[in-house]
């Protein structure tokens, strides 16, 4: 799930955390409340290598 993050994210050229958020409300209506906690730590390990991107420049 995180690597099809990922692949949004880099296809939209999503930055801002606000599109980021938007994103994962998206994943979270898209997908049953059952997943919801794999949808969040999936979102998590991609937001965080955003970040990790973002310290390195």
């Given at each position: 799930m995180?690597?099809?993050m990922a692949e949004m994210v880099a296809a939209n050229?999503?930055?801002s955390s606000e599109d980021l958020e938007?994103?994962?409300?998206?994943?979270?209506?898209l997908n049953a409340a059952e997943h919801?906690?794999?949808v969040v730590a999936a979102f998590?390990?991609?937001w965080l290598h955003?970040?990790?991107?973002r310290i390195r420049r």
């Open positions: 995180a690597e099809s050229r999503i930055r938007e994103l994962l409300a998206c994943y979270l209506a919801h906690r794999a998590r390990r991609v955003i970040a990790g991107q």
